[in-house]
């Protein structure tokens, strides 16, 4: 009978995990208890969060910073470190991470970790493919609900644009891109992963003055990380074969 009405009161209480696992907790004292039980439901609100947070913000894959080794081939500008990187520094000082290198070289990796790392200290993320969002922006466009969608993307403290350079843009679609960029200009970070050095991205927007609009705003307040060296998915599919 009381364990229903303990159960009863945490449901009207909202203090589900309580309900569940106060049985399970031992103490010397009742203060002890009920600090434990406390501790319990705050850890477990906390989880929850962190999940939901993760799920909303659509990541391609799961990659943490735990898994990631700097390796040498990434130049790190002396704007800052991989400490401060791993630190979400420039999360804090609303600064953007631009990572720019071949195809292969762990960009997306460190990116998508580096948006894990924020979820999990309760910051809103959202990851897209750069593809991906123009055909959403026009979509939206078209259906009257492009306020809505930039609104939605702008609640986001971290915005990660990946794959930028793989699919040159229509015009629209390269203007719409810039729109949320410059909505997001010192207000969100954003971190861009592109195969493309600055001076190619014209092939990509196909106007020189859009172009050098997008790059000035994602570039003022950033951090410009280099990668080189070959594919590790070439690299590990060739060490595969030779075996």
């Not at 410009?224 to 599919?237: P, V």
Request: net charge positive; hydrophobic share 35%; with cysteine.
């Amino acid at each position: 009978m009381n364990t229903s009405r303990i159960r009863e009161y945490c449901k009207l209480l909202k203090l589900g995990y309580i309900g569940q696992v106060y049985e399970q907790i031992s103490a010397d004292t009742p203060e002890e208890y009920l600090l434990k039980c406390l501790e319990a439901e705050v850890e477990s609100r906390r989880n929850t969060k962190i999940e939901r947070l993760i799920k909303k913000a659509g990541f391609s894959q799961w990659k943490t910073l735990e898994d990631y080794e700097f390796p040498s081939s990434i130049t790190l500008p002396s704007s800052t470190t991989v400490e401060e990187l791993k630190d979400l520094m420039f999360l804090e000082k609303k600064q953007n991470i631009m990572m720019i290198g071949t195809v292969g070289t762990g960009k997306t990796h460190l990116s998508i970790a580096l948006g894990i790392e924020a979820c999990r200290r309760g910051k809103e993320v959202r990851f897209f493919r750069v593809g991906d969002l123009v055909s959403k922006l026009l979509e939206k466009q078209h259906n009257g609900g492009i306020g809505r969608f930039i609104r939605d993307i702008q609640k986001a403290e971290l915005i990660i644009l990946d794959e930028l350079g793989f699919i040159p843009f229509h015009k629209d679609g390269a203007e719409l891109l810039f729109s949320l960029i410059a909505e997001c200009y010192e207000q969100t970070s954003i971190i861009v992963t592109s195969n493309l050095e600055f001076g190619q991205w014209n092939t990509i927007f196909g106007d020189k003055r859009l172009t050098a609009a997008i790059i000035d705003r994602l570039v003022h307040h950033a951090h410009i990380l280099t990668f080189t060296g070959e594919s590790y998915r070439l690299r590990h599919a060739l060490s595969k074969k030779n075996r």
